[in-house]
């Protein structure tokens, strides 16, 4: 008997640390589910009494591993997991004052949020074009640019992501 998929549960972005858990959910989306990929802020989150980027990126990479490991795991890969995490927050610190709407809130054109995503440890051409297609259609994000073009490249190269989405 199949089952239907579990809902994917995306991250309010207004509110706090909504963004924060938009990026790491970007970054844990590699083979594992959608949901898992996604819930995986949360649980991390839930673990550490919160998520913050200061105290992420000041982590020890064994220390944040030991977190994620536990079980249930917040992502298979939690050694890399981790190292991806922690440089993740260095670099918005470093960049985005700590804030990772401001990766993309100033509405950049897609080719230029694409090289600023794909910038990122752990993110490549395909998480990028996948955090495209969500932040234009499930975020409404304008963007200028071939982000249309993006985003058909996300749901051909990743033909569940047309259930997450729901415009």
Known sequence: MNSAPAAVELPDLAAPRGDLQFMLGVLFNQQVRAETAWRAPVRLGERLGGLDVHQLAATAPDSLAAVMQQRPAVHPFAVAMAAHVIAMCERLIALYDGQAAKVWDDCPPAATLLRRLTAFPGIGHHKAT??????????????????????????????????????
């Open 130 to 167: 996948v955090a495209i297609a969500l932040l234009t259609r499930e975020y409404d994000l304008p963007l200028t640019g071939p982000a249309d073009d993006l985003a058909a490249q996300a749901l051909a190269s990743c033909p569940r992501l047309s259930e997450v989405l729901v415009t």
